[in-house]
């Protein structure tokens, strides 16, 4: 099989929110039950983020301008599927992988310990959670699978199949390639200077490929996309996962720990020099001067969050 | 819609003007888009920039109610600059490229000349024929001038021997007219010249003035759209209820007809005019005849005055000419469906057993806004909800519900509790004090049935149920037939104050002794009364359908309910088996290379996919487009790649070509001028029953003169002084109309969890209303809140020299449900007002005021 991609046209879309419901009922991901529990975002982008049930969502993105006054850009808002995905890098558990055949980043939920590195990596905030545990206090890693259970079938994504303006197209990537291109040099043909190809080459190439009639801002894209430096530092650990049994529960918990600190104070603990260090600034905030085993459990079991939500971020 | 969702590809100009098409019709999209990227231009026309907005090549706003000004504007630019500067050229024998004067000459009745009498008057507004006293015109002098006259053929061998035939009642044949026409159009009581000189008030400036749009753009418009006046090009218009749900809604769609054929689009491929209908089935419900005025198959029903009896009937409905000549036959197999054996020769086959309307000048009207009057009046006392919740989407919804409360009973008939259901739980009502009994009746949702739905193209599908009703719900046929038979006991048991209609009714729709949806696609299709039993057994059916409606026969031997279906449920080797009728046909090849797709379904008439499609080739026969072939005469026959809409073929003989473009109507030729309006002959523009405006400012007429429910009380009408905001009503693509269905969706309630008002940033400033606010509108009929869009696709216009706020808001949430619901009913806003030819309501433009909550 050769490597797939999802196409997404946004000069074709009409945001009609199909392939979001779609996604929900293939995967069977529930909606709020509770009476009027659904709040208004206030556009027509709703539920207004992904969540912990919800894998995708079409972005309403409104701009003065263009010829007709006014520029509504659709977007679409779920995972990227990164040749060079970094969520799958840093996944210590195998619950995100890159599936080799296909190119997406599939899911196996069971295998998720929870850890939210891959949250940590992604540079398009794409991967939730769904809390479950007695207390909620599991999280468990909710995001696009690809659909790889159906492209294994010789089925489209779900998203694809129920769109009906054929602003989603699926096939081979090298082919969605070649659509994109063409649709853009039409798009500017037609007076839309800013169109654009976008997932080419973004992370190595990413397995869902956009046409862009506004611009790669405009849609709610992120331009020049890099994965979080938190990747190559916690990349580091990895091998710390694949020796013994004893050193893979200690890595485990090391970066179980490290995801919980970045989540909430946005802080890490590099288990090789055993710093623990701020995020977003990258200094020392604590220096591993002889942190033992023990004193980075007891660090890890400090941050343990206990969760009541429900999942939604 | 005349045409089909398909051949929307064909189209070289797309117009969305009052419809959303991506948003509430996503399926079009995928037609629409193939237009698009073959290089057609697309259009839309809307008071906001919508979802079909951002689709589409150019976007004109309108303020919400003034599209007959936006389409005598285009008849002006088109009369201006493409039929006068061309019109010696092509009456001189040039060939003219940019506009196709063949098919306005000889397929429209632009050459016929209106009677002396008839005249407009812009300084009163009104036509002639207007009589002061009652409020209503007279059509006579809408009529053409008739140059000779001939008689029907009845002799034995004749063409209309059928109509003295044994067993046809008596009627007296109508008259045939041959109405006077100068061929040069220069006759000033020719239509075109009426036309033109009716529509010079309409200039840019002034349509401008009027809707709000900037001029630049408005010419935009007109030159884009005027282009496929050129022979072989097609415009398509795409319109719903923004059209229609107006005090001039019918002149609307009239206004689009005539625009379609001064530009030669309509019976082309690309072309027509597109009614886009909301759920799968509503064409259907159309069809069916669901309006007090309608009969099945758009026929009429008996009335008190001119269809006051079968003779009246059939000399006063049957065409001098034309396919309408066949309406004899029609009728009486209708009523032989009707009543069956009972149905004879003799007592007029049961016609004065049919309700008659009141027709006379002054009696009650019984249409759906009046029906709440009537309610609060204490005249109706009972009333059946069936697949409908007016408490919710009736117009002043307000004063439906409290109307509901004068009620002795009200059995609702529905899958879930609407708020009709429910109309006594309402925020603002006292159960206390309400006596009315509710009976609600579990029904089967559309998957949970058999049966037979209709698409806004025509085209009918036989659907199998997919999974059991839930509970007690039954599929509504079963429900009326538990009615039917514990009516039709009581009749019997205690007799009753008329109990003709009900006996002699015939209802024998069974299958082994089951009510059975089969027997009843039978009655729809036509059958040979002899050879039939729709009381049948699974094993042994006995029945003789016919091939299709020109079987149909006016002297009792033939039995049809719905004559334009004849032809769908034709198979006498397995008349019970769904699967082997023309509606079941699933074979998606396209022979046509146009998207007609003839072998996929069943399209009425005669599977027939685009109306009027003679007038796709030019008066020899060829097609105005070789790539674009229906009909084509070849010289010795015609050759059909669509089922012609007109006589082919007479006794077995090919005919040729002739300039019957239009054979539904007598004249052949189709109306730009139309006597058959109750409101006037041509489209003018009239203000909304609400408008911002003082005075209309093409005539002396601010309002429709005839519009229905001027006089009710509880519409209490606003004035722009109160309430200067100018307001319409549309949905989302994530709920259906009221919601009772898509709220019981957690998906679509999560997708699109309020309703909303949409309006401006300008708007917003001025109110100092933010995002996430709640903001109370309000006018004379009622108060809502509701969640708030700011958005930069809604823009004050500059309406007659002044800033003009418009708003938008949605209205699918109410009461009842169980994940999404709000207080308030959008509706309880909207005016109860209607158009006078159809009594559709005006959702579409009203006044409001808005504060932030």
């Not at chain 2, 204490?378 to 919710?392: A, E």
């Not at chain 2, 719905?562 to 008349?575: C, E, H, K, V």
Request: net charge negative; proline share 6%; glycine share 10%.
């Amino acid at each position: 099989m050769a490597e797939k991609a999802i196409l997404f046209d946004s000069s074709f879309c009409t945001g009609c929110h199909g392939c979001q419901i779609a996604c929900k009922c293939w995967n069977n991901l529930p909606s709020p039950t509770g009476l009027n529990e659904s709040g208004f975002s206030g556009t027509h982008q709703n539920p207004p983020d992904l969540n912990g049930h919800t894998r995708l969502i079409m972005t309403y993105n409104e701009l003065e301008g263009g010829s007709k006054g006014v520029m509504w850009a659709f977007g679409r808002r779920a995972c990227r599927h990164c040749s060079d995905a970094p969520c799958a890098g840093i996944c210590p558990s195998g619950a995100l992988r890159k599936d080799e055949e296909t190119g997406m980043v599939a899911v196996e939920r069971s295998k998720c310990v929870g850890c939210q590195y891959c949250s940590t990596a992604c540079p398009f905030d794409v991967p939730r959670y769904e809390a479950s545990g007695p207390l909620g206090q599991v999280t468990i890693v909710e995001k696009c699978t690809g659909c790889v259970d159906r492209i294994r079938q010789g089925m489209a994504p779900a998203c694809v199949t129920t769109c009906q303006p054929g602003a989603l197209r699926f096939g081979d990537r090298e082919e969605m390639l070649e659509v994109a291109r063409e649709r853009v040099e039409v798009l500017k043909g037609r007076g839309y200077e800013d169109a654009v190809l976008y997932g080419e080459n973004e992370m190595g190439g990413l397995h869902v490929i956009y046409v862009l009639k506004y611009g790669v801002e405009a849609h709610g894209q992120v331009p020049n996309p890099q994965a979080s430096p938190m990747a190559d530092l916690v990349g580091i650990m990895k091998p710390l996962t694949a020796v013994g049994a004893g050193a893979a529960v200690l890595g485990f918990a090391a970066m179980f720990g490290l995801g919980v600190g970045y989540k909430r104070k946005k802080l890490a603990y590099n288990p090789e020099t055993g710093d623990t260090i701020d995020v977003e600034t990258g200094e020392v905030v604590k220096h591993g001067d002889g942190q033992d085993e023990q004193s980075v459990k007891e660090h890890i079991f400090e941050n343990l969050p206990v969760r009541k939500g429900d999942g939604h971020e | 819609m005349t045409t089909h969702w398909c051949d929307f590809q064909n189209a070289d100009v797309v117009m969305n003007i009052g419809s959303n098409s991506a948003e509430n019709h996503p399926v079009s999209s995928k037609w629409l888009n193939r237009a698009h990227e073959r290089g057609a231009k697309w259009i839309v026309v809307d008071p906001r920039y919508t979802r079909t907005a951002e689709v589409a090549d150019i976007y004109c706003p309108i303020r919400s109610g003034t599209d007959i000004a936006f389409y005598g504007g285009m008849y002006r630019y088109i009369i201006e600059n493409l039929i006068e500067p061309n019109l010696a050229r092509h009456l001189a024998g040039e060939k003219v490229e940019e506009y196709n004067f063949e098919y306005l000459l000889n397929y429209t009745n632009a050459s016929y000349l209106l009677n002396e009498g008839y005249e407009f008057d812009p300084e009163t507004g009104l036509f002639s024929g207007w009589d002061e006293e009652t409020g209503s015109y007279s059509a006579a002098s809408w009529h053409y001038q008739v140059e000779s006259e001939s008689e029907w053929d009845t002799s034995a061998g004749g063409a209309y021997a059928w109509a003295v035939g044994e067993g046809v009642p008596e009627f007296t044949p109508p008259v045939v007219e041959h109405p006077k026409r100068d061929m040069t159009l220069s006759d000033p009581m020719c239509v075109y010249q009426q036309l033109k000189r009716h529509y010079s008030r309409y200039d840019m400036d002034t349509v401008c003035r009027i809707c709000g749009m900037d001029k630049g753009t408005l010419e935009l418009v007109y030159s884009t759209y005027a282009s496929t006046a050129a022979p072989g090009k097609a415009g398509a218009i795409l319109y719903a209820l923004g059209q229609t749900q107006h005090t001039y809604g019918a002149q609307n769609t009239r206004a689009m007809s005539v625009l379609q054929l001064l530009l030669g689009n309509v019976g082309v491929p690309g072309g027509g005019v597109a009614a886009l209908r909301g759920e799968p089935n509503v064409q259907g419900a159309t069809d069916m005849g669901m309006l007090v005025n309608e009969h099945p198959a758009y026929l009429k029903w008996p009335n008190t005055t001119a269809r006051a009896t079968l003779r009246k009937w059939l000399e006063g409905e049957t065409y001098s000419d034309g396919y309408y000549t066949n309406k004899p036959k029609f009728l009486i197999s209708s009523l032989k469906e009707w009543f069956g054996d009972a149905a004879t020769l003799d007592n007029d086959y049961g016609y004065d057993w049919w309700p008659k309307v009141p027709s006379a000048v002054g009696d009650q009207d019984y249409t759906h806004i009046s029906t709440f009057e009537l309610m609060s009046q204490g005249v109706i006392k009972g009333y059946f909800n069936w697949g409908m919740n007016p408490c919710h989407s009736a117009p002043n919804a307000g004063n439906a519900r409290r109307s509901m409360a004068n009620l002795d009973w009200l059995v609702v008939v529905d899958q879930v509790l609407t708020e009709a259901a429910t109309f006594w739980k309402a925020p603002d009502m006292e159960p206390a004090e309400i006596d009315t009994e509710v009976y609600f009746l579990p029904c089967a949702l559309i998957y949970e049935k058999p049966g037979i739905i209709l698409n806004s193209g025509r085209w009918l599908q036989y659907r199998f149920k997919a999974v059991e009703p839930w509970g007690e719900a039954k599929p509504d046929y079963e429900i009326v037939d538990m009615l039917w038979r514990e009516i039709v006991a009581l009749y019997e048991a205690e007799g009753g104050a008329n109990p003709d209609p009900i006996l002699n009714t015939k209802w024998d729709y069974y299958v082994d002794g089951k009510i059975d949806p089969r027997p009843v696609a039978w009655a729809l299709n036509g059958y040979r009364v002899a050879g039939t039993e729709c009381d049948t057994s699974a094993d042994d059916p006995k029945v003789d359908l016919l091939s299709g409606y020109s079987e149909l026969a006016a002297d009792g031997t033939t039995a049809c309910a719905t004559w334009i279906y004849s032809g769908f449920w034709n198979n006498n080797d397995a008349p019970l088996d769904p699967a082997e009728q023309p509606i079941a046909r699933r074979d998606n090849t396209d022979e046509s290379g146009l998207g007609l797709y003839s072998n996929w379904a069943y399209s009425w008439p005669n599977n027939r996919r685009i109306l009027y499609n003679r007038a796709s080739a030019d008066t020899e026969g060829r097609p105005w487009s070789a790539e674009k072939t229906l009909v084509e005469w070849t010289g010795s026959e015609w050759n059909q790649v669509d089922v012609g809409d007109f006589t082919a073929v007479s006794n077995g003989v090919p005919v040729p070509p002739n300039n019957n473009a239009f054979f539904m109507l007598w004249e052949q030729n189709a109306r730009l001028e139309s006597y058959g309006m109750v409101d006037g002959p041509l489209p003018e523009h009239y203000e909304p029953f609400e408008t911002p405006l003082s005075k209309n400012i093409v005539n002396g007429s601010l309002n429709n003169p005839v519009f229905l429910g001027k006089d009710y009380e509880s519409t209490k009408h606003g004035t722009a002084a109160d309430y200067p905001i100018v307001a319409t009503t549309y949905s989302v693509t994530e709920q259906w109309q009221t919601g009772s269905q898509t709220r019981m969706c957690p998906a679509l309630v999560e997708a699109m969890p309020a309703q909303f008002i949409e309006i401006s940033e300008e708007l917003a400033a001025e109110k100092g209303i933010s995002r996430g606010d709640k903001v109370r509108v309000w006018n004379n009929r009622g108060s809502v809140v509701v969640d708030v869009v700011i958005t930069k696709r809604m823009k004050p216009l500059t309406v007659d020299g002044g800033m003009q706020h418009l708003v938008g808001l949605t209205h699918h949430y109410g009461w009842a449900g169980a994940f999404g619901t709000s207080e308030t009913l959008v509706n309880d806003l909207t005016p109860n007002v209607g158009d006078p030819n159809s009594q559709t309501p005006e959702f579409k433009a009203f006044l409001v005021n808005i504060e932030k909550a």
